[in-house]
């Protein structure tokens, strides 16, 4: 079987997570990789065999998937640049920085081979039991957390410029979390603050979904490290599902102190977070000709979503969504 040929574009932490993933798998080989970084591109190159690439344009032409990692706001440029032509794109989170960059993006994904967004949690064990779990009951209400310790490491995931603002930064993984559990979204408000950094980086927001379902959403970026700095509380009558990061679920049901729980440390780190299981998603719908299970449309609605909460802590105005 011929080899997909993916290409990389932006060779940090998750440029190289992705790209040993590739690296060590049977279907697909590490063609091209490119970063402005020199010594980071060529640590990668090496431990993947892949060429060194001049500019991301080369990257582009030379490879059959374009695997894009570099910072948040360079996104778009280069995902609608791979789409146009018609290659197969993974942009990793988020889509875009704003609604008007993320419409374009959707309508350039339409061109593309296969378009799939970096949503990893919807592939993680731990998300997955808990949509496994939840389809079985009637959930009443959810608490999620989305904390950051800080916004110094690495330097960039400080400027608002660079990461669209902190929202975008982690926070945007459990807003497209949100909707992968519980559906779609039918208003929201949102209190913020700025405590540390010169933006708004801390955030509570109430929603209501179409479902009936409402849940409450605290995100902090100066909240330390501790564990767990993500979690989602789902409640159900006499029960309570939680989840801590990507490490382990506890279901509580009745009104006894028993429960199940359930642990996934001891997998690895690429397994527990879900990021193989995207990559062979990516593959997947490529060599079936299949939509992918995180597409462009839901890349757009998770943009949506941080928008709608940077538009209600700034006008106090409560958002509603068609």
């Known amino acids: 079987m011929k080899k997909i040929k993916i290409g990389i574009i932006g060779t940090g932490y998750m440029g190289g997570t992705h790209a040993q993933l590739y690296a060590r798998n049977e279907r697909t080989e590490v063609h091209a990789v490119y970063d402005i970084k020199l010594e980071r591109m060529e640590r ?10 001049e500019n991301g344009e080369q990257v582009i032409e030379s490879c059959d998937a374009i695997v894009v990692t570099t910072p948040n706001s360079r996104h778009t440029a280069l995902t609608i640049a791979a789409a146009s032509v018609g290659k197969a794109v993974f942009s990793e989170k988020p889509m875009a920085t704003n609604l008007m960059e993320a419409q374009a993006v959707l309508e350039a994904s339409k061109n593309a081979r296969v378009f799939q967004v970096g949503h990893n949690r919807r592939f993680a064990p731990v998300y997955v039991k808990l949509k496994e779990l939840i389809a ?5 209400s959810a608490h999620i957390k989305m904390n950051r310790g800080e916004l110094q490491n690495p330097e960039w995931t400080g400027k608002a410029e660079i990461t669209g603002g902190f929202l975008y930064e982690t926070t945007i993984h459990l807003f497209d979390m949100i909707r992968f559990q519980f559906g779609e979204v039918e208003e929201l408000i949102a209190f913020g603050s700025s405590q540390t950094y010169p933006e708004t980086d801390n955030f509570s927001v109430l929603l209501k979904f179409k479902s009936g379902l409402h849940a409450t959403f605290c995100s902090a970026a100066d909240a330390s490290w501790i564990f767990p700095f993500e979690r989602v509380e789902v409640f159900c009558e006499h029960r309570t599902i939680m989840t801590q990061e990507m490490e382990n679920l506890t279901d509580s049901r009745g009104t006894d102190p028993n429960f199940q729980f359930f642990s996934w440390h001891l997998l690895s780190k ?20 299949t939509e992918p299970p995180v597409t462009a449309i839901d890349g757009y609605k998770s943009v949506e979503l941080v928008e709608a909460c940077y538009k209600a802590v700034n006008t106090g105005e409560r958002i509603k969504f068609e």
């Open 44 to 53: 990668v190159a090496r431990m993947t065999g892949a060429k060194v690439a």
């Open 136 to 140: 079985e009951d009637k959930v009443h």
């Open 270 to 289: 690429e397994e527990r977070w879900g990021y193989a299981q995207e990559n062979e998603a990516f593959i997947d719908a490529i060599l079936n000709e």
